[in-house]
């Protein structure tokens, strides 16, 4: 899941080279933290949400069909960065 993710982000984004993706497993989920630079933020979650909501659908069903532990994304705001609800400063979104 963590290739497919990357892939995904990669192809949205301005700056590839800076997307960082990281596994935290749990027992029965598999989060993936995904890390872009600020200028890219916008880019990931879209308008409304769009983007990554998308981007959680296909993971979501890739685990599922692959028998593979429930799978979630969630985006890690980059230190000093803000968000335009203003909520989460420097943690994360997720759904």
């Given at each position: 899941?963590?290739?497919?993710?990357?892939?995904?982000?990669?192809?949205?984004?301005?700056?590839?080279?800076?997307?960082?993706?990281t596994e935290?497993?749990?027992?029965d989920?598999?989060?993936?933290?995904?890390?872009?630079?600020?200028?890219?933020?916008?880019?990931?979650?879209?308008?409304?949400?769009?983007?990554?909501?998308?981007?959680?659908?296909?993971?979501?069903?890739?685990?599922?069909?692959?028998?593979?532990?429930?799978?979630?994304?969630?985006?890690?705001?980059?230190?000093?960065?803000?968000?335009?609800?203003?909520?989460?400063?420097?943690?994360?979104?997720?759904?």
């Open positions: 899941m963590k290739d497919l993710t990357e892939q995904m982000v990669k192809s949205v984004v301005d700056y590839p080279e800076q997307v960082e993706i935290v497993e749990g027992t989920s598999l989060i993936l933290e995904i890390r872009v630079s600020q200028e890219d933020m916008g880019k990931v979650i879209g308008r409304n949400g769009r983007i990554i909501n998308a981007m959680r659908t296909i993971v979501s069903a890739a685990s599922a069909a692959k028998g593979s532990k429930r799978t979630s994304l969630e985006i890690i705001e980059p230190e000093g960065g803000s968000n335009s609800l203003g909520a989460n400063r420097g943690n994360t979104w997720s759904a």
